[in-house]
T-cell receptor, first 114, second 115 residues
Framework: QKEVEQDPGPLSVPEGAIVSLNCTYS??????FMWYRQYSRKGPELLMY????GNKEDGRFTAQVDKSSKYISLFIRDSQPSDSATYLC??????????????FGTGTLLAVQP | DAGVIQSPRHEVTEMGQEVTLRCKLI?????LFWYRQTMMRGLELLIY????????DSGMPEDRFSAKMPNASFSTLKIQPSEPRDSAVYFC?????????????FGDGTRLSIL
């Protein structure tokens, strides 16, 4: 079993829809949770960063972490065609920015249809 | 990301040849990470350096792979000899110091095809 599981999709939604992306994990030591967005032929870019359980909102994006269920989510409100990309969840057992390993999900391909 | 420059962007070569991938950190980073991305396995960490010192190379698949960081802003990942199963997109990322709030910033990758 992989440490981080993510539905690969593809997920196709109409413009304006609410999108829900999810990951589950098995390592209870994970404390730091990230969502990266990756456009075709580009590197992943950090979208959201959360610590431990709870919610974090940034514009149309909301990240949720439920450590009791080992489940994280990313919600996108009023989705736009420009949101079409692969979304990768990532997590680490200590501060993930520098010297600690990030474990990535395999990514969910999202297509927002105009 | 303008902070991490990778070269070449694309590399096509025949099996058995030596391949060298390069990464230059433009912005201030104290750590450097090499990843490999494939459809089957997703994004996998190969090796990372902190202050030019290799910290964890447990993700390096085998002895054919080697990485160096001769100075604070430059690193190479070498595959010798290359094999078709090494075909993937290789990413370099820069990060901050221990316990910093700086996230990892990725370059745009090198798309490697071994024929």
């Amino acid at each position: 079993q992989k440490e981080v599981e993510q539905d690969p999709g593809p997920l196709s939604v109409p413009e304006g829809a609410i999108v829900s992306l999810n990951c589950t994990y098995s390592n209870s030591a994970f404390q730091y949770f990230m969502w990266y967005r990756q456009y075709s032929r580009k590197g992943p870019e950090l979208l959201m960063y959360t610590y431990s359980s709870g919610n974090k909102e940034d514009g149309r994006f909301t990240a949720q972490v439920d450590k009791s269920s080992k489940y994280i989510s990313l919600f996108i409100r009023d989705s736009q065609p420009s949101d079409s990309a692969t979304y990768l969840c990532a997590m680490s057992a200590a501060y993930g920015g520098a010297t600690n390993k990030l474990i990535f999900g395999t990514g969910t391909l999202l297509a927002v249809q105009p | 990301d303008a902070g991490v420059i990778q070269s070449p962007r694309h590399e096509v070569t025949e099996m058995g040849q030596e391949v060298t991938l390069r990464c230059k950190l433009i912005s201030g980073h104290n750590s450097l990470f090499w990843y490999r991305q494939t459809m089957m396995r997703g994004l996998e960490l190969l090796i990372y350096f902190n202050n030019n010192v290799p910290i964890d190379d447990s993700g390096m698949p085998e002895d054919r792979f080697s990485a160096k960081m001769p100075n604070a802003s430059f690193s190479t990942l070498k595959i010798q000899p290359s094999e078709p199963r090494d075909s993937a997109v290789y990413f370099c990322a820069g990060g901050g110091t221990i316990n910093s709030n700086q996230p990892q910033h990725f370059g745009d990758g090198t798309r490697l095809s071994i024929l």
